[in-house]
């Protein structure tokens, strides 16, 4: 499996993440970013594979929303808070505390969301999230609100293991494969799953 296991190579995907078009921009989100004003407290950051710039004009569009949720999060003792949903004050969110295991790649499968962006923080244990190539990516079943599954070809799916102090952003453009078994060590996991609204 492709895992990003290689500070260097994970500093450099950092450096080149998607971004604005213009380069100035792209250096002001960057500040942004590792300033951390949008984090209310909050101590993770976002992960390398994070399109910076939609999650810059997302948080700016919709701003109240996405204080709720740092604020949440940074107030509450993720590893002990009650398995369950969670209602966020302050907005129409919830948090999904899920204690739950990652399964063989075989038994997972490709998803996207068009009206919200799925938000993830693994709180204990290792998730392996698998991102996969559109062009190797096909709608495997019809779409419901909010959820599109897709099929997809193994070799051409990059995977990238969770860190206690990263978050996972999946815009809508961003399909992905959650909770994908690792190479080694138990496969039980914590995760803090919250779905923000998408603006267009």
Not at 9 to 24: C, D, E, G, R, T
Request: with cysteine.
């Amino acid at each position: 499996m492709k895992t990003l296991k290689s500070l260097a190579l994970i500093i450099v995907l950092f450096a080149f993440a998607p971004f604005a078009a213009n380069a100035q921009t792209n250096a002001e989100i960057m500040k942004w970013t590792l300033a951390r004003s949008w984090s209310n407290g909050f101590k993770a950051l976002p992960d390398v594979c994070t399109n910076l710039n939609e999650f810059y004009d997302q948080y700016h569009k919709n701003q109240e929303q996405w204080d709720a949720m740092f604020q949440w999060l940074a107030t509450h003792d993720l590893t002990k808070i009650a398995a369950g949903r969670h209602n966020i004050e302050g907005s129409n969110l919830v948090a999904s505390v899920e204690d739950t295991t990652n399964d063989p790649l075989e038994k997972r499968v490709a998803e996207s969301h068009f009206s919200h962006i799925d938000f993830q923080f693994v709180v204990k244990g290792t998730e392996r999230f698998g991102l996969p190539d559109h062009d190797y990516t096909f709608p495997s079943r019809p779409y419901k609100p909010d959820f599109q599954a897709y099929s997809f070809e193994k070799d051409k799916v990059m995977f990238i293991d969770s860190t206690p102090n990263r978050f996972f952003l999946f815009f809508p453009s961003d399909w992905h494969i959650a909770k994908v078994q690792t190479d080694e060590g138990p496969q039980d996991i914590r995760v803090i799953v919250i779905k923000l609204d998408y603006i267009k």
